[in-house]
């Protein structure tokens, strides 16, 4: 161990510290492979968890914007020939048109503004400086009372990059939290029941990085005194991500002796790969067959899922979505990239219908799981990647009082913010709160 008085902070401790939280991941070649098959599972007859629960789920690149946006407006609108796909559903979502997010560049960043709506260089001399998110400012709540917080899934595991994250959620001060995008890896994390030394081992992990964490704070507080303004600005904001650290070891010690749910993994396609073309419509499908059971189960009740990372993803057909968003308005790829949006459409309304077809208290779990889907950016009528009129869809929650089976238009020029969007839902999970980011209010007509 190093001494304040004459040495500065060691950046490895820091990273050391920084980092305990993650595990080094899985990589895909570590897991047998086998072909996968379209799904078999059956949803559970009956929830006995009566509680809010929210998704996000982001599709990268837009849309193709002319095929999305009904005609009209309000409750009597047509639905556009891509909302078709949701036909079945029309009275259980809304379809937000001309909205977003008045700080965000859009583009390929969108995915990583799209529940923040910060603007990535607001600090002088920063390339990137993101804030927190919407599900982790709910998960603050709620996760006091679940297993896991939250979820971050994706087709890709881990950060990313600035700019290209492979993840939607960023902590209290915008750092970004790991996805998982392995269904094999995310089912054992859930509901794997660990052993008697697995259990052991876990606590000895914790009690290490309690250790680790409680002599870094001690070494900072001592070098704080020695430190100018900005510098002790820095040195609280890193401060303050460890003491959010902390806070998340306490509670996961908390459950080491409690037992996961039980859940078998009868027809779930656990072996589908998100990189893979084949596979696209069935890793889609397992990965909402899991947030579906870890809502159910009430392992978590927040979850994010970026669908594909921003300038990738496939179509249900293995399409290349980021070449096809780059339309340029020619008709051939318009009608390609529209065949990919309602290809989304469908694996949303399964889900919705999964959601559904489950009982619960005096309904159904999709009336108390607010579903929030859409993308950060528009590929727009030329193919340019703008940062306004967003494709937004809020499906579900009509217990916790959402509105639906209507078109809510505006003015892509002048609008509320799609903040108001993100406040609208988490005023509906529960918490007491009239602000986040850049929201004016609620979103009029949603609730």
Not at 99 to 121: F, N
Not at 138 to 145: D, I, L, T, Y
Not at 296 to 316: N, P
Request: proline letters at 5%.
């Amino acid at each position: 161990m190093f001494h304040i008085r004459t040495r500065p902070l060691s950046r490895r401790h820091l990273l050391q510290a920084a980092g305990v939280a993650l595990s080094l991941p899985f990589l895909d070649a570590m897991l047998p492979h086998a072909l996968a098959a379209p799904s078999t599972f059956k949803p559970w007859a009956q929830s006995n968890v009566v509680q809010p629960r929210m998704i996000c789920c982001y599709i990268p690149n837009g849309v193709n914007i002319l095929d999305w946006v009904p005609a009209e407006s309000g409750s009597t609108y047509t639905l556009s020939p891509t909302l078709q796909a949701l036909a079945e559903h029309r009275a259980d979502f809304s379809v937000l048109t001309g909205l977003g997010h008045p700080a965000s560049e859009g583009g390929h960043s969108g995915a990583d503004t799209w529940l923040t709506a910060a603007y990535l260089k607001a600090k002088p001399g920063a390339d990137y400086t993101n804030t927190q998110s919407i599900d982790q400012f709910v998960a603050q709540k709620h996760g006091q009372e679940t297993r896991y917080a939250s979820l971050q899934l994706g087709d890709q595991s881990g950060t990313g990059g600035a700019g290209h994250s492979h993840t939607l959620s960023f902590d209290l001060n915008g750092t970004p939290l790991p996805s998982e995008n392995s269904p094999q890896r995310l089912f054992e994390r859930l509901f794997v029941p660990e052993s008697a030394g697995d259990r052991v081992a876990t606590q000895k992990r914790y009690n290490e990085r309690r250790s680790i964490l409680d002599d870094v704070a001690g070494e900072a507080a001592a070098l704080e005194r020695k430190l100018g303004t900005q510098d002790r600005r820095k040195l609280d904001e890193y401060l303050s991500s460890v003491r959010q650290t902390e806070k998340q070891v306490e509670r996961l010690q908390s459950w080491i002796d409690r037992p996961k749910a039980d859940v078998a993994s009868t027809g779930l396609q656990l072996n589908s790969l998100s990189g893979n073309a084949h596979d696209r419509p069935m890793w889609l499908d397992v990965m909402l067959e899991l947030s579906y059971l870890a809502f159910i189960t009430d392992t978590t009740r927040v979850i994010t899922f970026e669908w594909s990372r921003e300038a990738g993803g496939y179509g249900g057909g293995g399409e290349n979505h980021h070449e096809l968003s780059h339309h340029g308005g020619d008709p051939g790829m318009l009608k390609k990239l529209a065949e990919i949006d309602r290809f989304h459409l469908s694996r949303l309304g399964r889900f919705m219908s999964m959601l559904k077809s489950t009982g619960e208290a005096d309904s159904h779990m999709l009336d108390r799981t607010m579903i929030l889907f859409g993308s950060g950016m528009n590929s727009g009528k030329g193919g340019e990647h703008s940062p306004k009129n967003l494709p937004t869809i809020v499906a579900g929650g009509q217990k916790l009082g959402l509105k639906h089976g209507q078109h809510i238009a505006h003015d892509a020029d002048k609008h509320p913010p799609l903040s108001n969007v993100l406040l609208t839902m988490a005023q509906r999970m529960g918490l007491e709160t009239d602000q986040f980011a850049d929201a004016t209010g609620t979103l009029t007509g949603l609730v």
